[in-house]
């Protein structure tokens, strides 16, 4: 659109903000979506997606080009930009990039910049992050067939995430903090596998290694506090998330864990300005309630921008 102007800028191109295009555009808004990588989200890391509604079992990677492909049919814009910022002055709103001085307007601003993976913090993690841990088993899990791995973490993703390891590595063992939590079917589709060991209630100290990860310390919180040393070749970490929501901090829209507060019509406080999907306060974070989030969204970005016009 020319002078940059759109009626709705959707931050992130992750179910959230995809969905929320296609609603959008079909309520005959200007819609541009911007997005620092490749259209998908956390999608593009999700090895196998069982559980959305009507699709049956494909890879979280297809269902993101069937969703940007969607959005492409119906003539959404969109663009590869990290924004930094936003900037709240009534009824334009100002959105500023990292790429470049491009600073875009918009009569509403829906936010779905989602999560990024929490680190634990402990001594070698920086040394080895990228060349021995990975936050993807999916990206990275081929460099592991048949080498020895360890999971951390016990949640839907870790759980998730080793039942794939599982299946081409020759030894995997779970490191908890707390015991698995994820689905029970999950859990126990886990515990069947012959080379998975799990060790809940465990708290990392370590990783070691000089030229390569070699292996990973680890401690009990029970009262024995029995410390262990697993040797690996690799490491996944699922510890949780964290809200990519550093940009929109001046807006004064985030709770204290940096989520964006919205109410049952993803409004934040600031008119014109709407959270979906994972950034969101919200209880379940999956792709199903992203879209649904996103809908919600787009909808009541559109009631208010006719309001406005
Ligand atoms: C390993 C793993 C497995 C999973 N498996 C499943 C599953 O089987 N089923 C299921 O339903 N859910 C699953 N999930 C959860 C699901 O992927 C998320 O709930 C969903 O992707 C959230 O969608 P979203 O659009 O809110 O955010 P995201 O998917 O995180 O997308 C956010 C987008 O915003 C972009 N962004 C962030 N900051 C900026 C910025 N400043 N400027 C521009 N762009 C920005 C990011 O690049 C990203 O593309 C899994 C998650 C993981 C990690």
Known sequence: MENNTYDIVIVGAGPAGMTAAIYAIRANMSVLMLDRLSPGGQMINTNEVENYTGT????????????????????????????????????????????????????????????????????????????????CAICDGAQYRDKEVVVIGGGNSAVEESIYLAGITTRLTVVTLFDLTADPKACDLLRRFDNVTIYPYQEVL????????????FKSTKEDATERYVECDGVFE?????????????LGILDRTGCIKVDSHMRTSVPGIYGAGDITVKHLRQIVTACSDGAVAANSAAVYVESIK
């Open 238 to 250: 699922y510890i949780g998330f964290e809200a990519s929501s550093q940009a929109f901090a001046r």
């Open 206 to 217: 370590e990783f070691t290694g000089t030229d390569r990860l070699t292996g990973v310390r």
């Open 56 to 135: 049956g079992k494909l890879s979280g990677a297809e269902l993101a080009i069937k969703m940007f492909e969607h959005t492409q049919e119906l003539g959404v814009a969109f663009d590869y930009k990290t924004v930094t910022g936003i900037a709240d002055n009534g009824p334009l709103k100002t959105i500023t990039c990292e790429e470049d001085d491009t600073v875009y307007q918009a009569r509403a601003v829906i936010l779905a910049t989602g999560t990024v993976p929490r680190r634990l913090g402990v001594p070698g993690e920086d040394s080895w992050a990228g060349s021995g841990i990975s936050w």
